[in-house]
C-alpha cells in the first residue's frame, strides 16, 4: 500500500503561480510512478501531468504543457507540480496519483493510489 497526501493548493490570481507537494509513504513509494489529476465541478477527470519513478521521464497534458513542471524527490518521498501562468480554467481539485512503474507515466491508463485531493481556484 502507498499512502498519499497532498499540499499547497489555494486562492490565485489568474497569471500567478502555485506549488504542489504530495507526500507518499508506505511501501517503496520510489518504485512507483506518479502523476497529478485534476477534476473541475461538472467536468471528467483531467490528466495533467506524471513523472518516471527515477524523475528521469515526464508526459504533460495539452492545456498544461509549457506552465507546469512535475518534479519528485524520492529522498523525501515527495513529488511536486510548479504552476506558472495560472488561467481561471485550471480551478479544479488536484490530485496526486500513484502506480507501479511497469505500468508506465503516460496519460492513459489507470492509478492504483489517490489522495485525497487538494483544491486549486484560479481567480479572473
Known amino acids: 500500500q502507498v499512502q498519499l497526501v497532498e499540499s499547497g493548493g489555494g486562492l490565485v490570481q489568474a497569471g500567478g503561480s502555485l506549488r504542489l507537494s504530495c507526500a507518499a509513504s508506505g511501501r517503496t513509494s520510489s518504485s512507483y510512478n506518479m502523476g497529478w489529476l485534476r477534476q473541475a465541478p461538472g467536468k471528467e477527470r483531467e490528466f495533467v501531468a506524471a513523472i518516471s519513478w527515477s524523475g528521469g521521464g515526464t508526459t504533460y497534458g495539452n492545456s498544461v504543457k509549457g506552465r507546469f513542471t512535475i518534479s519528485r524527490d524520492n529522498a523525501k518521498n515527495t513529488m511536486y507540480l510548479q504552476m506558472n501562468s495560472l488561467k481561471p480554467e485550471d480551478t479544479a481539485v488536484y490530485y496526486c496519483?500513484?502506480?507501479?512503474?511497469?505500468?508506465?507515466?503516460?496519460?492513459?491508463?489507470?492509478?492504483?493510489?489517490w489522495g485525497q485531493g487538494t483544491q486549486v481556484t484560479v481567480s479572473s
Open positions: 496519483a500513484a502506480r507501479l512503474n511497469l505500468y508506465g507515466y503516460g496519460p492513459r491508463g489507470t492509478w492504483a493510489y
